[in-house]
């Protein structure tokens, strides 16, 4: 199982970035998929997440009406498309795997994840 993150860089306030992550050794339409993140001196946190099953959508307060996630299962890859980015949307982005059928209540626990890619740069900058 790889994960393979890209899409980072360095963007003004309110300008625009879609991650990507291109999934081998499974199926991103069999999984719950998601999106976390650690910036300077924080923990990581959770900042989206979709299901398999009708493809249900889930994110983190902060980036609600700004973030979409979605997922292309022809290209087998999850995608992030960030929009109106802020300053302390700075941080590495993670694409994740959850582990088996995880409920809503613990998408944004780090315990249910069972594989991480590596992480993508995003610095929010003018």
């Known amino acids: 199982v790889q994960l393979q993150a890209s899409g980072g860089g360095l963007v003004q306030p309110g300008g625009s970035l879609r991650l990507s992550c291109a999934a081998s050794?499974?199926?991103?339409?069999?999984?719950?998929m998601g999106w976390f993140r650690r910036a300077p001196g924080k923990e990581r946190e959770f900042v989206a997440a979709?299901?398999?099953?009708?493809?249900?959508?889930y994110y983190t307060h902060s980036v609600k009406g700004r973030f979409t996630i979605s997922r292309d299962n022809a290209k087998n890859t999850v995608y992030l498309q960030m929009n109106s980015l802020k300053p302390e949307d700075t941080a590495v982005y993670y694409c994740?795997?959850?582990?088996?059928?995880?409920?809503?209540?613990?998408?944004?626990?780090?315990?249910?994840?069972?594989?991480w890619g590596e992480g993508t740069q995003v610095t929010v900058s003018s």
């Open positions: 979709i299901k398999w099953s009708g493809g249900s959508t």
């Open positions: 994740a795997r959850y582990r088996g059928a995880p409920i809503r209540s613990t998408l944004s626990s780090t315990n249910g994840v069972d594989y």
């Open positions: 050794g499974f199926t991103v339409s069999s999984y719950v």
